[in-house]
């Protein structure tokens, strides 16, 4: 995890409260994804020098629990009293993702040098962003949707009647592998073009020096196809996760439940009055605050 990788992401939701302690939320929006091999300071990582990013659209339905609250600000309480609330989050989350990269100059050159590509890196793109899922870099295949679960915890504060503004991290738990296009091992370089052999294995005596490896040569024979045993390229038994830190705005849309009635309702309603003496027939209608 490199927290200088942090990129922004947005979303839209709706927010309906059932009662005091629970409330459901539907959101739909976009996480960036971005992360890169030699930020790290392992050796083996730096080696591999695989990179990615991915524009995760997702929309998800959660459930929120409430911890902790104080009433929330009306039109009858104190201006300066601000109702906070403070929750746990948990839900499910479908999305739709692509993995992509862009070609490394050092590992053309050595391929190149190598004799496993014949294009000219001179004549090689690196500007430009690639589908790895449709390359395939790696030996199995992946889809482009995916199922997850976030949990999270989060905190709003009721600024006025209408206003509701609010911070929550929200760590998400996926059930895919390939978040990052990196999961179990190379794929067979007799089925990839340059391009695609680039991708699969960005890795080159340039970047495995920079790691500090001594014989940078028979280090690298550990970051290939091998057609006795899979050498590892990932980790398939870990599922990839992320999280997200997101500041909320919203507005507060007054509905018709009981629930709504008895917190949020400040109209004035008209109520009879009792007679004033018992026996009069004399009827008043007056205004009350509720």
């Given at each position: 995890m490199?927290?200088?990788?942090?990129?922004?992401?947005?979303h839209v939701f709706a927010r309906y409260r059932l009662s005091s302690m629970f409330a459901v939320r539907a959101q739909l929006g976009t996480v960036y994804l971005e992360d890169y091999d030699n930020l790290s300071?392992?050796?083996?990582?730096?080696?591999?020098?695989?990179?990615?990013?991915n524009y995760v659209n997702e929309l998800s339905l959660r459930g929120e629990i409430n911890l902790f609250s104080q009433p929330m600000i009306t039109r009858y309480t104190s201006k300066l009293r601000v109702g906070v609330n403070t929750y746990a989050t948990l839900g499910v989350t479908g999305f739709v993702h692509n993995p992509q990269a862009q070609l490394d100059r050092d590992?053309?050159?050595?391929?190149?040098?190598?004799?496993?590509i014949t294009t000219n890196p001179a004549l090689?793109?690196?500007?430009?962003?690639?589908?790895?899922?449709?390359?395939?870099?790696e030996k199995l295949t992946y889809?482009?949707?995916a199922l997850g679960f976030p949990l999270g915890l989060g905190a709003s504060f009721m600024v006025n009647y209408k206003l509701r503004v609010g911070i929550e991290f929200v760590?998400?738990?996926?059930?895919?592998?390939?978040?990052?296009?990196?999961?179990?091992?190379w794929a067979d370089p007799e089925g990839l073009d340059d391009i695609g052999l680039i991708l699969s294995n960005p890795s080159s005596a340039v970047v495995a020096e920079s790691a500090g490896v001594d014989n940078p040569e028979a280090w690298l024979t550990s970051f290939e196809h091998n057609a006795t045993w899979d050498s590892p390229r990932g980790n398939p038994d870990r599922n990839d996760t992320y999280g997200t830190l997101q500041i909320t705005a919203s507005k507060v849309v007054m509905g018709s439940s009981n629930f709504r009635r008895n917190n949020y309702n400040s109209k004035r309603r008209t109520v009879k009055r009792r007679p004033n003496k018992?026996?009069?027939s004399r009827m008043g209608r007056g205004r009350a605050k509720f």
């Open positions: 490199h927290y200088g990788q942090t990129k922004l992401s947005t300071a392992n050796a083996a990582r730096r080696t591999r020098n695989a990179h990615f990013r590992a053309a050159e050595y391929h190149y040098a190598q004799g496993n090689l793109d690196y500007d430009r962003w690639y589908d790895l899922r449709d390359v395939g870099t889809g482009s949707v760590w998400n738990l996926t059930l895919t592998d390939y978040l990052d296009d990196v999961s179990f091992t018992p026996g009069s």
